[in-house]
């Protein structure tokens, strides 16, 4: 039974850090595509990053590149995500998700099938 849990969201100031944590349970990390996604009150849900921790293969969202880090521990089987130089644009529920990854990489919230519960990020200005 998979199981995907996000924490690590909160209230943060314009400018300001977060780091998102998905512990993952019922998979291996190397298998699988790990990927983060936020949802904005009326907007639709939209990538911001993913890994393939077998390969490091990493992908980013341009809203978000070069603010954004993706990682994996694992050891834990967790993988995070550090956000910095945060925008209220940024602020969103995030959720972590998965798909095996024999499906490819992709930032397309309709190729995973698991998600963990989301995590609210409030950026304030």
């Known amino acids: 039974d998979v199981q995907l849990q996000a924490s690590g969201g909160g209230l943060v100031q314009a400018g300001g850090s977060l780091r998102l944590s998905c512990a993952a349970s019922?998979?291996?990390?190397?298998?699988?595509?790990m990927g983060w996604f936020r949802q904005a009150p009326g907007k639709e849900r939209e990538g911001v990053s993913c890994?393939?921790?077998?390969?490091?293969?990493?992908y980013y969202a341009p809203s978000v590149k070069g603010r954004f880090t993706i990682s994996s521990d694992n050891a834990k089987n967790t993988v995070y995500l550090q956000m910095n130089s945060l925008k209220p644009e940024d602020t969103a529920v995030y959720y972590c998700?998965?798909?095996?990854?024999?499906?490819?990489?992709?930032?397309?919230?309709?190729?995973?099938?698991?998600w963990g519960q989301g995590t609210q990020v409030t950026v304030s200005s």
């Open positions: 890994i393939m921790s077998s390969n490091g293969k990493v």
């Open positions: 998700a998965a798909v095996h990854g024999s499906y490819g990489m992709g930032l397309s919230w309709y190729e995973y099938d698991y």
């Open positions: 019922g998979l291996t990390l190397d298998d699988y595509v």
